[in-house]
Each structure stands twice: as C-alpha cells, then as structure tokens.
T-cell receptor, first 112, second 114 residues
Framework: SQTIHQWPATLVQPVGSPLSLECTVE??????LYWYRQAAGRGLQLLFY??????ISSEVPQNLSASRPQDRQFILSSKKLLLSDSGFYLC???????????FGQGTRLTVV | DAKTTQPPSMDCAEGRAANLPCNHS???????VYWYRQIHSQGPQYIIH???NNETNEMASLIITEDRKSSTLILPHATLRDTAVYYC???????????????FGTGTRLTIIP
C-alpha cells in the first residue's frame, strides 16, 4: 500500500535560519507531488507541484524553494526564514490529475 | 481547475444529516467533483468524488445536479468527529496536459453541535 511520510511534525526556527522539510512517498512510482501552506485559520495555498524528477512548478513568488531529487522525494527549503513563513506545511501526492490526493500529517513551522 | 464556491461555515445538530453545498458553474464536461475534509491540525482526507451520477460510500453521499453546475455532500448521520473544514474541488482527467496543479478553495467549516 502507498504511504506518505512528512517530517518533522513540529519545528521552531529563528528568523534568518535555513529550512528543509522532507516528504517521501512509498508504494508508488512517478507520483505528482505537492507542497501546501496553511496559515492559521486560512485555506490551503498551493506552493509547488512536481510531475517528475527535477520538474518543479511554483505557484507563488516567495522565500521558499522546492526540489525533487528522487522520484518519490520532495523537499521544501528556504535559505533564510521570515516570520511570515510560519504556518502548517502539507505534502501531498496523487498518481494522476483525476485521482484522489493523499496528504501527509503536516509540519507546523513557527518562525521566532 | 474550475472555480468552486462554498459557504464559509455551517452548523449541524449531531445525529442529523449535514448537507454541504458547492457551486461549480464553470465546470467542464470531463471534470470530476471531489470532496475532502480537514480536521484541525491534520492533513486533508479524501471523502468522495463523482462525474455525473450520484455516488455513495461509507463516509458520505454526493449528489450532482443534472446540469453539473452544483453538488451537495451529504453526511447522513453527523457525529462530533465530523467537525472539520470541507473542501469541494473539480479536477480534469490526466489527458488534459498542464492540469497537474491541485488547488483548494477556503472550504466550509462544518461544526457539529451536540
């Protein structure tokens, strides 16, 4: 069966520090991968999506970047965190555009 | 993805049927309607999807109007654990190139009242 792993679950980082959040999917090949951010009390904002290794589409200009070094690995990074980067970050995958998406349990990032 | 419109919040009494509406008036003929829900501080969970016909599974029923411009998610006997934000989205089949991105609106915050 397919599973998605996202870590860490919570993270407190100082302003100006780097960030690396990792997401891996097991049990499938060539998934579409997604990173979302959810600010407190807000909806899901799509940040990045990827249809294959090295193929990243960015939805919003921001302080973050994403990479897909392996087929089932998706990494969200920042060189210098801002206070506004605080939020709940979710990774998701699906196998086709018309199939259901499966989400990780999320990382709650607090930038202090 | 086609734009969807949902009420920002709804209340429902425990044990009653919760009916969550969604408008998708610009939906294309080959786009599916999907529903997800997000319980506080968790990742969204898939509930159900459909194209034209009404659908039912162990979690909910999905009623799609004949013109497909709106749909209703029905939770037949709501429990306190159904309190969550419910998202309605529409998705095109994989044959539509460039349609990979998966966007969510702000959803409906459903509160089940004891």
């Amino acid at each position: 069966s397919q599973t998605i792993h996202q870590w860490p679950a919570t993270l407190v980082q100082p302003v100006g520090s780097p960030l690396s959040l990792e997401c891996t999917v097991e049990g499938t090949s060539n998934p579409n991968l997604y990173w979302y951010r959810q600010a407190a009390g807000r909806g899901l904002q799509l940040l990045f999506y990827s249809v294959g290794i090295g193929q990243i589409s960015s939805e919003v200009p921001q302080n973050l970047s994403a990479s897909r070094p392996q087929d089932r690995q998706f990494i969200l990074s920042s060189k210098k965190l801002l206070l506004s980067d605080s939020g709940f970050y979710l990774c998701a995958w699906n196998i086709r555009t018309d199939t259901e998406a499966f989400f990780g349990q999320g990382t709650r990032l607090t930038v202090v | 993805d086609a734009k969807t419109t949902q009420p920002p919040s709804m209340d429902c009494a425990e044990g009653r049927a919760a009916n969550l509406p969604c408008n998708h008036s610009t939906i294309s003929g080959n786009e599916y309607v999907y529903w997800y829900r997000q319980i506080h501080s968790q990742g969204p969970q898939y509930i159900i999807h459909g194209l034209k016909n009404n659908e039912t599974n162990e979690m909910a029923s999905l009623i799609i109007t004949e013109d497909r411009k709106s749909s209703t998610l029905i939770l037949p006997h709501a429990t306190l654990r159904d309190t969550a934000v419910y998202y309605c989205i529409v998705r095109a089949p994989a044959a539509n190139f460039g349609n990979e991105k998966l966007t969510f609106g702000t959803g409906t915050r459903l509160t089940i009242i004891p």
